[in-house]
């Protein structure tokens, strides 16, 4: 078992914690001069740049944090499927170096068979390219235990090297997978 933390995972199950561990991702980053790309589906990446900017000199941080907005993978596929192939082009291929977080995919039990075998090719592809130079983190709310969030939770543990899980008192506990 090798602890990378090249591409980790955070299954949550609230968002008051979400983007405090998305913070620390980025602000390690920050702090090591690395690029930093958020991809969101949510409202929420002007005030993880204004956070960040409070928290560090403005100027780098506009240099290193830039972000998509994208899609809901579930109510537009075709249209998130579009931005994921000009994201790839973009940041998602081996010559992009940094730290790239993604909070795109709401609550995982939510999910067609279809939907889970898009996030699993995509999460697979992620996997081949983490390494010393791109470091990812992925968020998945955990929703409601049925058949699509078993599939979800099973591709997440194997295709990501640790694992963070909202406790129900609001900690977090981390796991190493591979």
């Known amino acids: 078992m090798k602890n990378t933390q090249f591409h ?16 620390e991702f980025f602000n390690v980053g920050i702090n090591e001069h690395e690029r930093c790309v958020f991809l969101t589906t949510q409202s929420d990446a002007n005030n993880i740049l204004e956070y960040l900017k409070e928290n560090h000199n403005p100027s780098t941080v506009i240099k290193l944090f830039s972000y998509f907005n994208l899609p809901d993978p579930v109510l537009h596929s075709s249209l998130f499927e579009e931005k994921m192939e000009k994201i790839r082009k973009i940041i998602l291929n081996p010559s992009f170096e940094g730290r790239i977080a993604f909070n795109v995919l709401g609550d995982m039990s939510r999910f067609s068979q279809k939907v889970i075998s898009e996030i699993t090719e995509i999460e697979n592809f992620l996997d081949s390219l983490a390494n010393e130079k791109i470091k990812l983190f992925c968020t ?4 409601i235990e049925n058949e699509s969030f078993t599939k979800m939770m099973k591709m997440a543990m194997s295709t990501h090297d640790h694992a963070i899980f909202e406790n129900d008192d609001g900690s977090f506990s981390q796991v190493i997978l591979k």
């Open 140 to 143: 998945f709310k955990t929703g």
């Open 8 to 23: 980790q995972t955070l299954f949550y199950k609230t968002d008051d914690g979400i983007h405090d561990k998305i913070l």
